[in-house]
């Protein structure tokens, strides 16, 4: 094993990447079963409202499982470009192979991929995660250590301390405050489904509006990152910057939706209450049947012989006559 078949000694063969969030995959799944067991109650819900209820568990729930997701999805903001660069340290070997940066709230995500993917006898499909609790420093230097590309490792020292543009400062600190802000609007989806099932429709309504309101303040929060000099990443002859990506258009669309639900609901309790109160509860099912039962029902005056008969037994003992 030399230094002239672009394999070295003090570099690892085997690498671990990252492919997928086991957080955000159980996030899923728990969703996934909820949506699953109340749906499956269904068939118990008498008349019109069982489809109600099925549109309303399934809002609901979308709601839910984007506002806890959005907390550890990587693509709040991304880049990516086509480009011939170096690919290891000490030695001459360029590559071609597209260059994504992936951010989130709690980290970057770097992908490399050649274009062929393999390339020099080996397959360049590169996926790292450099996460930032305090720093990124001790995952820099893993990266180090197993021999990384030289694309991936220039593009996460640009979120080290001493890098000079100073990124862990304002990707750190507005990932955090816009994560704080998202668990806010969490809490308030619980509060406004409590209040939805009491149900209590003027706050539940007020509750939504606060959900989305909350949503609009993570996503100015994470937009700080845009009101700063922003770095350029430069890789070879061309160069790159973040732009918003699929989570940041997901977060304002969840907002959006929030945002109506809880208008109409405000302004449909002022409009029409009892409507909004029957739509809201299973009050509607039980006066109908007992509406019927009235019309229907027939007595034994047999059976009825010094029984002292109220007004509404009389009225339809008098119908029946």
């Not at 420093?137 to 543009?165: D, Q, R, V």
């Amino acid at each position: 094993m030399t230094f002239y078949d672009d394999i070295y000694p003090f570099y690892p063969l085997q690498r671990t990447s990252f492919i997928f969030s086991g957080r955000l995959l159980t996030i899923i799944l728990v969703f996934l079963v909820l949506a699953v067991s109340l749906l499956l109650i269904l068939p118990g819900i008498r008349g019109k409202s069982r489809l109600f209820w099925m549109f309303r568990i399934i809002i609901s729930l979308f709601i839910g499982v984007v506002i806890v997701a959005l907390n550890f999805t990587n693509d709040w903001a991304e880049a990516r470009m086509t480009t011939n660069a170096t690919y290891k340290s000490f030695s001459n070997a360029v590559v071609n192979a597209e260059i994504g940066l992936h951010v989130g709230l709690y980290g970057i995500n770097v992908t490399l991929k050649g274009k062929p993917v393999v390339q020099f006898n080996e397959t360049i499909d590169y996926n790292e995660m450099f996460s930032w609790h305090d720093t990124i420093e001790e995952e820099y230097e893993e990266a180090l250590e197993k021999g990384l590309p030289n694309p991936i490792l220039y593009i996460a020292e640009k979120f080290t301390m001493s890098s000079p543009c100073g990124l862990i400062f304002q990707y750190r600190y507005s990932g955090r405050y816009a994560s704080a802000t998202l668990w806010t609007a969490f809490c308030c989806w619980l509060l406004a489904n409590i209040l939805f099932s009491m149900p209590v429709i003027l706050y539940a309504g007020y509750m939504m509006l606060a959900t989305a309101a909350f949503i609009f303040f993570s996503m100015a929060s994470f937009s700080t990152i845009m009101n700063v000099p922003q770095c350029v990443f430069s890789i070879g002859t061309d160069s790159f910057e973040t732009q918003y990506s699929h989570s940041f258009w997901l977060a304002l669309a969840t907002g959006v939706l929030c945002t109506i639900i809880g208008i109409l609901v405000v302004m449909f309790n002022f409009m029409m209450p009892e409507k909004m109160k029957e739509a809201f509860s299973d009050g509607v099912d039980s006066y109908e049947d007992e509406d019927v039962s009235y019309r229907e029902g027939y007595l034994n005056t047999v059976f009825l012989d010094g029984v002292t008969i109220s007004p509404l037994t009389s009225k339809v003992k008098a119908e029946h006559i």
